[in-house]
């Protein structure tokens, strides 16, 4: 492109693939600009591809953002069908250990230094206030704004220090919601002074990017955050920040069922935010659609050309820090934060050929399904293990000797009656059975934390024998 104006718009684009090899328009894009590229688990098949996928983007283009979500626990890319091995943010705060925080984010940044990735869309910086809120849940370090603060900046460091840039989420705060932005837009009704905290201690620590929620703050603003010029105003002016503004992808229905896509892209970076996430389900076409949007946008004067620039080079900066610099991977760091977070109560052993019945629900739209299970991982040691999974409206097996749930504060049809079944709860350990033989929360269901609970259950019943 000889468009001076249309080089600006695609550095601020992060396009998205589907497949584990780069498409011929990726290649063009990154080639004439284009600013980074947005990885999901279509496109990992093992670490040995990603390095070479990874190695095959930057051949057209050397100074490129490569951004993943690889935040332990639920959500993981590199680890997507085995699980992560490392647990994720609830299990960590639970321990409250910062040396052991920084330890599981420096291991992190050293399995996606060793694949080419230099960018890591984590911590998850937001409190957890609302237990209801359906999308952070086991994501977030906790309820109370000082424990995920002080995490959230020891996850930085310890990521960071592998020259893979942070990025804390979700501005202003999505942890005090009741809906998922990925499917409407939630509204921040209270007070959203204390979910700031966190995101102070992330500047504070140095971290390279922020992105955006697509909540609505009552109090600041109608219209998303994404999008809202106080909002944006408060992360620069009050908190300072003066690293990448990171919209979250544009095709969740908060925006593209609201204002719509293009017209989302120019309100974005006219209110302040410098990239902008075109997410797996847009391809080539809105591409391009958006970046004419903005380009259209600064001629017609409503996004000023001055401000394109601005966001232009602060990804452009971005992408020159962050330098991955592969470390010792930790690998016991996981495992001894998933033990260290365990709750283990009563009699939790079982016999020679239990039966383990685990009740899940609709898969979290970050995390994606999941392909471990603790019947899984139990069957391993256990080869007469019976392993079911339910869903809802499924009968539960009266006879089940291991009950596994997931947030069942928030799912009525998990809460069952089955006293004389060990209860697993992987989610928010809000919801206790009465009576019950054994209890065991996880604190997120990330493989690591189902080993570390399946370690416990053996123990118990080699003891119990």
């Given at each position: 492109?000889s ?23 990726i290649?063009?894009?990154l ?18 591809q ?6 095959s983007?930057r ?6 953002l ?10 993981t890319r590199?680890?997507?069908?085995e699980?992560s091995s ?5 299990a ?5 250990d910062?040396?052991?925080?920084e ?25 957890n ?6 999308v952070i ?9 000082e424990v995920v ?25 999505h ?19 204390p979910g700031l ?24 603003d109608d ?6 010029v106080?909002?944006?105003?408060l992360?620069?002016?009050e908190?300072g ?19 719509g ?54 990804v452009a ?10 470390g ?20 939790i ?12 629900p ?29 869903a ?13 749930v997931?947030?069942?504060?928030r799912?009525p049809?998990?809460?069952v ?19 019950v ?9 990330g ?8 370690e ?10």
């Open positions: 492109m468009d001076s104006l249309e080089r600006l718009a695609s550095q601020c684009l992060f396009a998205s693939f589907g497949c584990p090899r780069p498409p011929d328009w290649r063009r894009e080639a004439d600009g284009l600013g980074g590229i947005c990885l999901f688990s279509s496109n990992v098949q093992d670490r040995s990603l390095a070479e996928l990874t190695a983007l051949s057209d283009r050397t100074e490129v490569i951004g993943i979500d690889e935040e332990g626990g639920d959500v590199l680890e997507w069908v699980g490392y647990p994720g943010n609830l960590l705060g639970a321990v409250d910062l040396a052991l925080t330890r599981v984010a420096a291991s992190i940044g050293s399995d996606l230094a060793a694949v080419g990735v230099n960018l890591d869309f984590a911590p998850v910086a937001d409190v206030s609302n237990p209801d809120n359906p849940g086991v994501r977030s370090f906790g309820a109370e704004p603060a002080r995490h959230v900046a020891a996850f930085v460091r310890g990521l960071q220090s592998r020259g893979v840039a942070a990025c804390a989420k979700h501005f202003p705060g942890g005090d919601t009741s809906e998922d932005s990925h499917l409407e837009l939630p509204t921040v009704a209270g007070d959203f002074e905290e966190p995101f102070r201690a992330a500047i504070a620590a140095g971290v390279q990017t922020i992105m955006t929620a697509h909540v609505r703050v009552a109090a600041l219209a998303p955050a994404t999008l809202s106080p909002v944006l105003a992360l620069r002016e908190l920040f003066d690293g990448v503004v990171i919209a979250d992808a544009l095709e969740m229905k908060a925006i593209a069922d609201t204002v896509i293009e017209a989302g892209a120019v309100q974005s970076l006219a209110a302040g935010a410098d990239a902008l996430l075109v997410g797996r389900d847009l391809g080539e076409d809105w591409v391009e659609r958006i970046r004419r949007a903005i380009v259209d946008a600064v001629r017609a004067g409503e996004l000023p050309e001055a401000r394109l620039r601005e966001a232009a080079a602060r900066r971005a992408a020159a820090w962050a330098r991955p610099a592969p010792e991977r930790d690998a016991e760091a996981g495992i001894a934060a998933a033990r260290a977070a365990l709750l283990v109560e009563g009699d052993s079982v016999g020679a050929a239990p039966l383990v019945v685990e009740l899940r609709c898969p979290n739209v970050a995390a994606g399904p999941a392909f471990h299970s603790l019947g899984a991982l139990l069957q391993e040691r256990l080869p007469d293990v019976q392993a079911v999974v339910l809802e409206g499924a009968p539960v097996p009266g006879e089940a000797d291991v009950v596994v997931r947030d069942a504060h799912h049809w998990m809460q009656d089955a006293p004389d079944a060990v209860l697993v709860e992987v989610g928010l350990p809000l919801w206790r059975p009465r009576p033989r054994g209890y065991i929360a996880t604190r997120g269901a493989r690591v934390n189902l080993e570390a609970a399946v416990q259950v053996l123990a118990a019943s080699v003891v119990a024998r």
